[in-house]
């Protein structure tokens, strides 16, 4: 639950508020949504390789230090054991966020790409593609609905989904690699993290 109106938060006043971090606002406002928008580019086209997909490197030791005196405080005022697990709950989910959203543009007929719930979600982030306020969360859209950023479109017909499986290049197998455990496919496994959130 907490998840999901961080996601919300960083997705608002770091991806789509110039102010506090210039440079995330840089790569995902004006990079990420110009390259994928919420037409057929919200699909990686056939042949291209994935650019601009992940965010930079650093962002999960960012929210790790964000978290890391909050989840102190908490362990010490409430004597439990929280850091580690804290800390370890984040990196989880800086990786499921990472690998779907990775996912959400590269299609690739991973077998839960035809799930309900994961169509729903890469739908969710395809109209956030269309409507930047709207739609900030990207795996679980509870801050959306309680902060009244949800929406859903029901006008236009979504693009669809290039069916093509893609064999991955040495190139864009080793610039996975570079871009963290997140960005390279297959390494999480869907449902793994279900409990944290
Ligand atoms: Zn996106
Ligand atoms: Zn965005």
């Given at each position: ?91 989880v989910?800086?990786g499921v966020y990472e690998y779907f959203?990775w996912c ?77 455990p997140a960005a390279a496919p297959g390494k999480n496994k869907p449902g793994k993290n279900?409990?944290?959130?």
């Open positions: 639950m907490y998840a999901s109106f961080f996601e919300w938060w960083f997705h608002k006043y770091l991806f789509h508020t110039p102010k506090l971090i210039r440079r995330t606002f840089n790569s995902h406002t004006l990079t990420h949504h110009q390259i994928y928008k919420g037409d057929h580019t919200y699909y990686l086209a056939e042949g291209k390789e994935p650019e601009h997909v992940a965010m930079d490197w650093w962002a999960l030791i960012l929210f790790l230090g964000v978290h890391f005196p909050i989840i102190w405080t908490v362990e010490k005022l409430t004597h439990t054991h929280s850091l580690w697990g804290g800390l370890a709950a984040i990196a989910y800086y959203h959400m543009h590269v299609p690739n007929q991973r077998p839960f790409e035809k799930w309900g719930v994961y169509r729903f979600i890469r739908e969710h982030h395809r109209i956030h593609h269309v409507h930047m306020q709207k739609n900030l969360n990207v795996i679980l859209p509870l801050a959306d609905l309680v902060l009244g950023t949800y929406k859903r479109d029901t006008k236009r017909e979504a693009p669809t989904v290039p069916t093509t499986r893609r064999t991955p290049t040495r190139t864009s197998r080793s610039q996975a690699h570079r871009r963290g279900t409990g944290d959130k």
